[in-house]
């Protein structure tokens, strides 16, 4: 295999996986503050942490492009 599209691939494998991060990130700021008005205060921070993967379940992990390597 050529290095040069290994290192390539690679490097937009690290570019989606920061960019999935980010997004993640941003998820888990606003979920806690959401779960807090659905259920009334009732619910605690720590368990809407544990609660966050239910919640975005739908979310799908996907590269940026998709690269082929020779």
């Known amino acids: ?3 040069s ?7 937009q494998a690290i570019d989606s996986c920061r960019q999935n991060l980010t997004l ?4 888990i700021e606003h979920i806690p ?3 807090d008005r659905i259920h009334q205060r009732k619910v605690r921070r720590t368990n809407c ?8 379940k739908g979310l799908q992990y996907y590269p940026s492009t998709s690269v082929q390597t020779e």
Not at 24 to 27: A, G, S
Request: with cysteine; aromatic share 8%.
């Open 24 to 27: 993640v990130d941003e998820l």
């Open 49 to 56: 942490i544990v609660n966050i993967p239910n919640t975005i």
């Open 33 to 35: 503050s959401t779960y």
């Open 1 to 3: 295999k050529n290095l």
């Open 5 to 11: 599209s290994i290192r390539c691939f690679v490097r």
